[in-house]
């Protein structure tokens, strides 16, 4: 699938993230194909689909801006020059 069609489905995932912050909902699951991130207000369990004993946790605002960086990576215009890091 080109990167260009997941602006939606990231854009969902920081509105699930803005769900959990103000207080709308407690726990939200968001997932796509392989992978499935539970999000609670203190933490994001990000783990496979089909093997949930494979897993990784982060804070939910690490898990924000990580989203937030992609986005802004996926959408910036393409440089071969060009070095992006994103400190969490």
């Known amino acids: 699938m080109p990167y260009y069609m997941t602006f939606d489905h990231i854009k969902e995932g920081l509105n699930y993230i803005a769900r ?25 369990k990000i783990s496979f ?18 989203l937030s960086a992609w986005l802004a990576f996926i959408q910036s215009p393409v440089r071969m020059d060009a070095h992006e890091e994103v400190l969490l």
């Open 20 to 44: 959990i912050k103000n207080g709308e909902t407690t726990l939200l699951s968001w997932s796509r194909e392989a992978l499935v991130a539970d999000l609670t207000r203190d933490e994001v």
């Open 49 to 66: 689909l089909w093997d949930e004993s494979s897993f990784e946790k982060l804070a939910l605002d690490e898990f924000e801006k990580a």
